[in-house]
């Protein structure tokens, strides 16, 4: 009786740990998953709703350089061009790094290839050329 009781007390402590283990492993993913900014805005994204997309795509420019979603789309942009101009490759220590839309098509919902990471003059730059021919 007591091997009996030893027995099954063992089998649910390691089937206790067994739980453990997976809800600290699960856990480890999804913060794995908000600590990369990459992974973090496509997941923002999946979630966001179609109403809050069209609102994002409808505001003015200048309150939507505000929102939650262009901190994260931009954070993710960053993340992936390495902190460095797309363009000339300065890195952000040289010149401060800004996020340019590539296409407005999308707004609200951007792809990443939609944009690019420019230092402030190459930025500039792209603006006057895309000015000059429209
Ligand atoms: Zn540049
Ligand atoms: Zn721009």
């Known amino acids: 009786m007591y091997q009996?009781?030893?027995?099954s007390s063992l089998y649910i402590?390691?089937?206790?740990?067994?739980?453990?283990?997976?809800?600290?492993?699960?856990?480890?993913v999804k913060s794995n998953i908000f600590s990369n900014p990459i992974l973090r805005y496509e997941y923002?994204?999946?979630?966001?709703?179609?109403?809050k997309m069209k609102?994002?795509?409808?505001m003015p420019y200048n309150e939507y350089l505000k929102t939650q979603h262009w901190e994260l789309a931009r954070s993710a942009v960053l993340k992936r061009d390495e902190n460095k101009c797309a363009d000339c490759g300065k890195p952000?220590?040289?010149?401060p790094l800004e996020v340019?839309?590539?296409t407005y098509n999308r707004r609200g919902k951007e792809?990443?290839?939609d944009l690019i990471t420019l230092c402030k003059?190459?930025?500039?730059?792209?603006?006057?050329?895309?000015?000059?021919?429209?």
């Open 100 to 102: 340019h839309h590539v």
């Open 4 to 7: 009996i009781l030893m027995i």
């Open 44 to 51: 923002y994204k999946a979630s966001s709703t179609s109403r």
């Open 121 to 134: 003059d190459c930025h500039q730059e792209r603006h006057f050329i895309s000015t000059a021919f429209e």
């Open 55 to 58: 609102k994002l795509k409808r």
């Open 92 to 95: 952000k220590e040289e010149l």
């Open 111 to 113: 792809n990443l290839e």
């Open 13 to 28: 402590v390691f089937k206790f740990c067994d739980w453990i283990i997976d809800e600290v492993g699960e856990w480890k």
